[in-house]
C-alpha cells in the first residue's frame, strides 16, 4: 500500500492535549504508561473538548496500587476520579513488558518522562527506551497508530534540542535508534510549550516522578517525539547515526605492519 506522509503539515499540531486524534480517528484506544501520580491520565480525560475522536483510555503504573498511593499525594483522588469517567487504570505495570498490558491494538501509546532507576548510567536509560519500542511496536495500529515519548531537555540526542541543552550523541539516549531498532521512525519532533503545560497543569496535571519521588520532572525545553511503524510512513525527520571509530597502528617508521598471513 502507499505510506502516508507522517510528518505532512496538518499534523504537526498535535499536542499532549490532543494526542492528535482528531474527528476523521473515530473511536481511539489509548495507553499511558508509567503515568506517575495518573495525573496526565486525568488531564486526558478532564479536557472534554480537547480531542475529536471518542478516546478509550487506559492509565498504568510502575508501582503496584498502594505503593503508589504511599509514594504520591493525590494518586488514590485521581485513580478515583479516573474511574468515575469511565477510564481503566492499572497498576505495577512494566512498560517493557508487554504481556503486563497487552490487550489488541493502540491508536496511541504514550510515555510521557520515561527512566531508569540507575539514573547516572545512560546506557540503562537508552535499553530502557529500546525495550519499551520493542514491546510497544507489534501492538501499535498499523495504519494510524503512533508511539509517543516526551523527554526532558538534551535527553534524546537529535538535532531537534534547544540551542544550550544538546548533548553529544554518546552521551544522549539516541532515541532515534532505540525506535529504529524496533522498526519505529521518528517522524515528528515538537517543543512542548509553556501555552500547552499550563492548559495541562490547569486539567490536574503534576509532571510528578521526578527520580521516582513525588517532585515533578523539569519540563522546560521537554521534546515530544511521534514514531509510527515503519512500513506505515514515509518522510523520516532525523536518521539513524552510524557511528564508527577507526585506528591505526605503526611500527614505529609510519608503516602499517602486515596483516596475519600476509
Not at 491520565?41 to 483510555?57: G, I, Q
Not at 504511599?70 to 468515575?84: D, F, I, S
Not at 469511565?86 to 496511541?108: L, S
Not at 497508530?145 to 544550550?164: D, F, I, K, Y
Amino acid at each position: 500500500g502507499t505510506r502516508r506522509d507522517c510528518g505532512a503539515a496538518g499534523e504537526r499540531d498535535a499536542s499532549l492535549l490532543d494526542l492528535g486524534l482528531g474527528a476523521g480517528v473515530g473511536r481511539a484506544r489509548v495507553l499511558l504508561l508509567g503515568d506517575g501520580d495518573l495525573s496526565y491520565a486525568v488531564a486526558l480525560a478532564s479536557c472534554d473538548d480537547c480531542c475529536e475522536s471518542r478516546v478509550e483510555l487506559t492509565a498504568t503504573t510502575f508501582e503496584p496500587d498502594e505503593q503508589l498511593f504511599a509514594r504520591y499525594a493525590r494518586a488514590r483522588e485521581n485513580a478515583r476520579l479516573l474511574a468515575r469517567r469511565g477510564a481503566r487504570v492499572m497498576h505495577g505495570v512494566d512498560a517493557t513488558e508487554r504481556d503486563t498490558w497487552r490487550d489488541g491494538e493502540w491508536d496511541r501509546i504514550v510515555w510521557n518522562f520515561p527512566h531508569h532507576p540507575d539514573r547516572r548510567k545512560v546506557q540503562k536509560h537508552r535499553q530502557l527506551l529500546r525495550s519499551f519500542f520493542a514491546a510497544a511496536a507489534p501492538v501499535v495500529g498499523h495504519a494510524d497508530g503512533e508511539v509517543w515519548v516526551t523527554l526532558m531537555a538534551g535527553q534524546g540526542g537529535t538535532a531537534s534540542e534547544r540551542p544550550g541543552t544538546a548533548r553529544r550523541w554518546e552521551d544522549s539516549w539516541q532515541i532515534v535508534a532505540q525506535a529504529a531498532a524496533a522498526d519505529l521512525v521518528l517522524v515528528r519532533v515538537r517543543a512542548v510549550g509553556e501555552g500547552e503545560l499550563a492548559s495541562l497543569r490547569g486539567l490536574g496535571y503534576g509532571a510528578v516522578g521526578f527520580r521516582s519521588q513525588d517532585r515533578a520532572f523539569r519540563t522546560a525545553g521537554s521534546l515530544m517525539f511521534v514514531s509510527p511503524r515503519a512500513l506505515s510512513c514515509r518522510g523520516a525527520i532525523h536518521s539513524v547515526p552510524w557511528p564508527c571509530a577507526l585506528a591505526f597502528w605503526s611500527d614505529g617508521r609510519g608503516v602499517a605492519p602486515p596483516s596475519p598471513g600476509e
